[in-house]
Structures are given as structure tokens and as C-alpha cells.
């Protein structure tokens, strides 16, 4: 798919700073200079639009599909100090509560009960119930973009940050990821059972690329690990459990700079897009006898 043959115009154009998926795919978020909007992602629906004066956000992360958004401030007017993360209950209309750190957060990621908060050297966990406990801390190498990525389906564990050296990966395991509450319980609503623990010790480095990395990405099983580098030319997929190279997909020959990666939802095709004005689809299921 080529995107830079095509020009989709609109009358009155919006500029969107930022548009991230709540762990689950059922609602999106955009924000924009004049706000940020919620969405259902299927069928495509707009749940709610807030204008917001006074600044503006460069993130605005939906925690699961609660009222609660953490919101942060960001680019020439920022509507909160960059050094924040906030919690907007978007049922009330307000701020409820918010993170205050040393310097500018640098990236966000959460599943149910639980936010990884990444800033310049180090990745913070926090521990979301009745009260925001801090849980732990790592150190990680020069890392800008705050790259992270947190596996967020019942039962998983694994969180992804970067390592202390340059183009690796840590491979961080936390408690279990609690399961779904059905809003109307059913034998085929309920969650499957906890799996077991794995027979080997889980690797916790994975030595990805040798030059910086500027993606990382997990499916929400947190089974695979995507990782891309400052060359954009390579996507290596790692088993996350034994560190092991389990595929390596090319994007192309020349040096690009990768903006995400994304694994469908079953784990069977990849997507990669960077500043060429492409989208790559990898199919990872084999096809034939292997």
C-alpha cells in the first residue's frame, strides 16, 4: 500500500497529535489542537468529543474501556506541565488525580489495573486500585521516544522496555494481568483459566539490534516481541519467553524511520509504516509444510 500517491484533503483539516488504542481495540482516542475525541472502533462511532481551552496534549492513553484517561501535556502550549501524567475521569469531567515526576514524560502504556510510566533513563510501574501504589522502577539506556510496550490480555505478565545498552531489550515480568469482569456472567463469557508457569526461567535481555531502537511492540498475549532500529530496514520477531530470533521481516533496503509497528490481534500478520508513505502487511503464518 502506497500512501504517498494519494491525497485525502478536508475542508477544514485537523491536525492530530496522537491516537493510541485502549488495550482491548474497542475504543481509540485522537488529540487534537482543539481537544481530544473518544471513539468505538467497531462499527466506527464517536463516543465523545471534549474541546479543551488553555492548551493542548500531545497523549491521551484510555484506561481499558473505564471513564478513566491519563492524560499529557505537550507541544508549544501545553495544557498540563510535560512532567505530569493526569487522570481525567472522563464520566465527570475532571481531573481526579495525577503522577508528578523529575522531568517530561516520555511514553505511556497500562493494561487492567496497572501503568508504565517511561521517562528519559528509566521506566516507572504504578499500581492503579483504590490508590495509585508505585511498584517498581528500571533503569534503561538514552531513550528519548520512551519506548515501551505492555502485554495486556487475562493472565499476562510480560512488560517491554528498553535495556541499559544501546539496541536491547528488558524483558520485565509482572504480577498476572487480571481477567475481565462480564457484565453478565456466562459460561461462554467466562475467563479461561490461568496458564501454567512455563517450564524454563523467561529470559529478561534480549540483545535486539546493535543500533538504537526505535520500535517495540507485544501482542496482547505478550507471546512475540516486534522490535525495529534506527536502520528501518529490518522488523525481527523474538519468542519472549526464550529470547530466540523466531522471525526476520524486511521493510526494505534503504535506511527509513520507522513510526510503529502493530500485530493483528490473532498474531498471524504484522503491520510496519514509516516516513516513506508505506504500510507493509507480513503474513507470520507459514505457509506449506515447514
Not at 533503569?139 to 544501546?166: E, F, H, V, W
Not at 530496514?233 to 529470547?243: A, C, E, F, P, Q
Request: hydrophobic share 40%; aromatic share 8%.
Amino acid at each position: 500500500m502506497n500512501l504517498g500517491r494519494h491525497s485525502i484533503t478536508s475542508t477544514t483539516p485537523v491536525h492530530i497529535f496522537d491516537a493510541r488504542f485502549d488495550p482491548d481495540c474497542q475504543i481509540f482516542t485522537t488529540s487534537t489542537p482543539a481537544g481530544f475525541a473518544v471513539y468505538q472502533t467497531s462499527p466506527l462511532k464517536l463516543l465523545r468529543n471534549r474541546e479543551i481551552t488553555g492548551g493542548t496534549l500531545t497523549a491521551v492513553v484510555p484506561f481499558h474501556t473505564s471513564n478513566i484517561l491519563f492524560l499529557v501535556g505537550g507541544g508549544r502550549s501545553p495544557l498540563y506541565p510535560p512532567n505530569k501524567v493526569v487522570f481525567w475521569d472522563d464520566a465527570l469531567g475532571k481531573e481526579v488525580a495525577e503522577l508528578e515526576f523529575r522531568e517530561r514524560v516520555r511514553g505511556l502504556a497500562c493494561r487492567r489495573g496497572w501503568l508504565a510510566v517511561a521517562l528519559r533513563r528509566r521506566v516507572v510501574v504504578f499500581q492503579i486500585g483504590e490508590q495509585v501504589t508505585r511498584y517498581a522502577e528500571w533503569d534503561t539506556c538514552d531513550n528519548p521516544k520512551g519506548l515501551l510496550a505492555m502485554a495486556t490480555a487475562a493472565y499476562s505478565t510480560l512488560l517491554t522496555i528498553a535495556g541499559r545498552q544501546l539496541g536491547h531489550v528488558q524483558l520485565v515480568h509482572l504480577p498476572p494481568c487480571a481477567p475481565p469482569v462480564p457484565i453478565e456472567p456466562s459460561p461462554s463469557s467466562l475467563p479461561r483459566k490461568p496458564p501454567p508457569p512455563p517450564a524454563k526461567h523467561p529470559v529478561s535481555i534480549i540483545a535486539a539490534h546493535e543500533t538504537a531502537l526505535t520500535t517495540l511492540t507485544v501482542p496482547a498475549s505478550g507471546r512475540l516481541l516486534a522490535t525495529t532500529s534506527s536502520r528501518g530496514t529490518l522488523v525481527r520477531i523474538w519468542d519472549s519467553l526464550s529470547g530466540k530470533l523466531v522471525r526476520e521481516l524486511r521493510r526494505g533496503t534503504d535506511k527509513a524511520d520507522i513510526y510503529g509497528v502493530a500485530f493483528r490481534p490473532d498474531e498471524q500478520e504484522l503491520c510496519v509504516w514509516s516516513d516513506k508513505g508505506t504500510v507493509h502487511v507480513f503474513t507470520l503464518v507459514a505457509s506449506g509444510p515447514s
